[in-house]
C-alpha cells in the first residue's frame, strides 16, 4: 500500500492509502478464489454486495412479492461487521 499525504479543507493533513499493482493482483486473487465458494452460502433473495445482483433488483423484487397484499410490512436487514 503506498501512502500519500493529502491537505484537508480545515488546514491540516490525512494520510491516504493507494494500493499497488501487486495489492490489486492479491485483492483479486483472493476474490476470485472465495467468491464462487461463498457465493453458494448465500440464500437466493440476498442482493447485498452479490454479484450480477443490485439494490435496485431487490427493491424490484420486494415490489413484485408483495404486490397486491394489503397490509403493513417492516422490511429488516442485518449487517455483519467482521474483525
Not at 13 to 29: C, F, Y
Amino acid at each position: 500500500m503506498k501512502e500519500v499525504e493529502i491537505l484537508k479543507t480545515s488546514g491540516g493533513k490525512r494520510k491516504l492509502g493507494i494500493p499497488t499493482v501487486s495489492d490489486r493482483i492479491a485483492q483479486e486473487v483472493i476474490k476470485s478464489y472465495l467468491e464462487p465458494r461463498l457465493e453458494q452460502e448465500f440464500h437466493k433473495n440476498s442482493y447485498g454486495y452479490r454479484p450480477l445482483k443490485s439494490a435496485h433488483e431487490a427493491v424490484l423484487h420486494c415490489k413484485k412479492m408483495y404486490a397486491g397484499k394489503a397490509g403493513w410490512w417492516i422490511w429488516t436487514s442485518r449487517v455483519s461487521l467482521m474483525r
